[in-house]
């Protein structure tokens, strides 16, 4: 990955510049504080801009019960329990 280095103060002082720039080239910077890497500025994955997060986690889980099964109880629900008293 391609980076480039700015101090702390330079980077506050130009930081919407800088995430401009790392948005469009795609270049990291990091931040250095008395010359000491404190921070990294990286572009996200162009497949995760703008996506959704349930769209991304689709597919990714694992269904552990039956279509029939609940992991609900009836106790769980507010109204299940107004009928019992």
Partial sequence: MTTYAVSVSEF???CLDMIR???????????????KLVARLV??????????????????????????ESVLDGSDFEAMASRRR
């Fill in 43 to 68: 572009p996200t994955t162009p497949a995760l801009r703008g996506t959704p997060a349930w769209l991304r986690l689709r597919g990714s889980g694992v269904l552990t019960a039956s279509a029939e």
């Fill in 12 to 14: 506050k002082a130009h």
């Fill in 21 to 35: 720039q790392v948005e469009k080239t795609g270049v990291a910077v990091d931040l250095l504080r008395r010359g």
